[in-house]
């Protein structure tokens, strides 16, 4: 396919502001182009020409291209920038100043798809001295065959982002589309096509295998073209039920079962098809992180093929992230118990594939980073007793004199670092904690549970200084969480991780299963100045605090914002609002039927998200999302944080 063509088909899309209709002019792309096409079309459509070597990047830089098509066009530099600047978009500039080169405007380009992937895939082994140079003399040749439109999605596509609203969810459902439509899904697909429309459709078919519910048939009979239709095509007649079971019994293989289209009644089952198909294109995804490749099975071999695939070691999966807990109560609340609770390590992620002697460790962003750790190269190879796996750990920095962990940000330079590794790794030296195993034997491990997953990793890990399994405990009481919880914070760690011990693994999903619970920063001590009354289930008493801090030059308590959680409902569950009110209220100074101001005497501890300045409140600072902590009897309001306490904290945050 040439180039031009399918930036034809981008143009389209472009113009097309509805999601269905990017949809089906990517299906129908999808559909016609050639199988050895489509892998090329998906990397383009998704600007990234190396989907199936994710470690690689293009490493060009919009100033760059600039440059770059500055020489290819024979346009000043500054000319670029300025349209640039006007644009805000660096392929329509190249697009808008190659029409005013009149030279080119006859020129027609013959560049194919498969130059340009094959051209900018180069840059993989492009490296050393002159690397930046040969990389600027590629793109300058292909820009030299571009017409104007080409420039535009060949620097976009360089760029690394088409900016036309197509996105991953968007080609998966245009495979879906594409490839697993029967008549019925791509009518309920393009809701706003008529039945008329759709019918038509149907008579075009040609040399194709098609099902049809024998309730439908006289239907069908009854239309002018229904002869002619059933002469092109192979038609085979199944009851509703015989239909269903065809389609679970069969995988939606039309080399295997003949069958390219299902004509049904049954609008219940096209979607219990629809979301069958949905979920193996998404597990599909989950296990290679390729679309491009997906994009080839589904057109090569259906659904049958998606089902042959898996994870494949070297080829690094997106991790699974997790959800904020507000306390351990939420998080047995949404983990359900028991649970295991981990420590929070504070350091580097590691996704590590190991095949007898050879590994590869990848950071969560899927970087390469083995080079620069050779110590757990090392480690891995020496104390994981099996043949093949993928883990995943974090890296912690500890002092090489104390043994004591390190914060994240002295290890965080080894990550980038090419040159002096041996040096940086003996003075910033990391132990690796393993918390999951995805993949083993062979095999992929992503839907084994939790618990299962983590009792393989204590069989084949022999622990060492260097290589440790995460410290867990399994618990289902509170109060023995938050001993643990305490230790972690001791040990210098973030906080906890709270896991659900039947959860699969889900790569690129941040997941209710698993859960992190870590001090929102540190606390302040500040006093109650006002209050407001509450509304419903809390109207009648105060719910709403406002909290002053102490100007150090004046004496003066300043406001910096309003406490309205972390106060309880019911008296079991700790301070109530009912509880606070009932003490502020005795010292009142002025009152309205909405608020109240008060002498400032009760002293609370608060936490709070981040410090923002903000002219709102007096002392020029703005807490986000303070929490109650608890009353602190034994301070008085002049013991408090002062605006001195607050601009250091903000400086340090
Ligand atoms: P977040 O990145 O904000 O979703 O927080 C989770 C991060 O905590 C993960 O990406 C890991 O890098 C890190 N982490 C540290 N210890 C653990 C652990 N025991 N289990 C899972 N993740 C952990």
């Given at each position: ?12 899309i ?98 194919s ?120 095509n192979?038609i ?12 679970y ?61 898996d994870?494949?070691?070297?080829c690094?999966?997106k ?32 996704q ?7 590994i ?7 970087e ?26 974090e ?24 040159y ?133 030059k ?40 909405l ?43 002049s ?9 250091l ?5």
């Open positions: 396919m040439l180039f031009s063509q399918l930036c034809a088909y981008f143009e389209k472009q113009d097309n502001p509805s999601q269905i209709h990017k949809i089906n002019i990517l299906a129908e792309l999808f559909g016609k182009c050639k199988t050895d096409e489509i892998e090329n079309i998906v990397m383009l459509c998704l600007a990234n020409v190396f989907l199936s070597n994710p470690e690689k990047e293009l490493g060009i830089s919009s100033n760059l291209i600039a440059e770059t098509i500055s020489k290819a066009f024979c346009i000043k530099k500054k000319i670029i920038m300025n349209e640039w600047q006007k644009t805000g978009d660096l392929g329509i500039t190249a697009q808008n100043l190659f029409f005013k080169k009149t030279q080119k405007m006859l020129f027609s380009s013959k560049i798809i498969c130059d340009v992937v094959a051209n900018l895939q180069k840059f993989a082994i492009i490296e050393g001295k002159n690397a930046q140079l040969k990389k600027i003399q590629i793109i300058s040749s292909l820009f030299g065959s571009c017409t104007g439109l080409e420039a535009k999605y060949l620097s976009k596509i360089i760029i690394g982002n088409l900016r036309i609203g197509i996105s991953e969810g968007i080609i998966k459902e245009a495979i879906l589309t594409g490839f697993f439509t029967n008549i019925l899904w791509k009518n309920m697909l393009l809701q706003k096509r008529d039945k008329k429309q759709v019918f038509e459709e149907i008579f075009e078919l040609k040399n194709t295998n098609i099902i049809i519910e024998k309730k439908i048939i006289d239907f069908l009979k009854k239309k002018k073209n229904f002869d002619l239709f059933k002469k092109n192979k085979k007649l199944l009851e509703k039920k015989e239909i269903k079971d065809f389609f019994k069969n995988s939606f293989f039309k080399k295997k079962n003949k069958i390219d289209f299902c004509i049904s009644g049954e609008t219940e089952f096209g979607n219990e098809l629809k979301n069958k198909i949905e979920k193996k294109i998404d597990t599909s995804f989950q296990a290679t992180n390729n679309l491009a490749l997906i994009a080839k099975i589904a057109k090569q071999e259906g659904e049958f093929g998606l089902n042959k695939l994870m494949k070691l070297f690094p999966i991790v699974m992230l997790a959800q904020k807990a507000q306390s351990f109560e939420d998080a047995f609340e949404r983990v359900g118990i028991p649970s295991a609770i981990e420590y929070k390590y504070d350091g580097i992620r590691m590590i594939h190991k095949n007898k002697d050879k590869q460790i990848y950071t969560r962003k899927l390469n980073i083995t080079k620069q750790f050779p110590e757990i190269e090392h480690a891995i190879k020496k104390n994981i007793l099996c043949e093949n796996c993928v883990i995943e750990g890296a912690v920095g500890i002092d090489a004199n104390t043994k004591k962990y390190i914060p994240f940000q002295y290890i965080s330079q080894r990550i980038k670092r090419k002096r590794i041996k040096e940086l790794s003996e003075k910033f030296p990391v132990v690796l904690h393993i918390f999951d195993i995805t993949y083993f034997a062979g095999k992929s491990m992503l839907l084994e549970k939790f618990s299962k997953r983590r009792k393989l990793l204590e069989k084949i890990i022999k622990q060492n200084n260097a290589l440790l399994i995460a410290k867990q405990l399994i618990t289902s009481s509170i109060k023995d969480a938050k001993e643990f919880y305490k230790l972690a914070l001791k040990d210098n760690q973030e906080g906890v991780m709270i896991k659900n011990l039947n959860s699969p693994y889900i790569p690129g999903s941040r997941v209710g299963t698993m859960l992190k619970l870590k001090p929102i920063l540190d606390t302040l001590d500040l006093v109650i100045v006002g209050a407001e009354y509450g509304k419903g289930k809390r109207k009648g008493y105060l719910s709403s605090f406002l909290l002053a801090c102490k100007d150090e004046t004496g003066e308590f300043k406001t910096i914002g309003k406490l309205g959680t972390g106060l309880k409902e019911k008296q079991e569950q700790g301070t109530t609002f009912m509880d606070l009110s009932n003490l502020i209220k005795e010292d009142i100074l002025m009152q309205t039927d608020s109240v101001f008060v002498k400032p005497k009760i002293v609370v501890e608060v936490a709070y998200e981040e410090m923002q300045k903000s002219t709102n409140y007096e002392s020029g600072y703005a807490l986000r999302f303070p929490r109650f902590i608890q009353i602190r009897p034994d301070k008085d309001a013991d408090i944080n002062t605006i001195k306490d607050i601009e904290l903000k400086k340090l945050s």
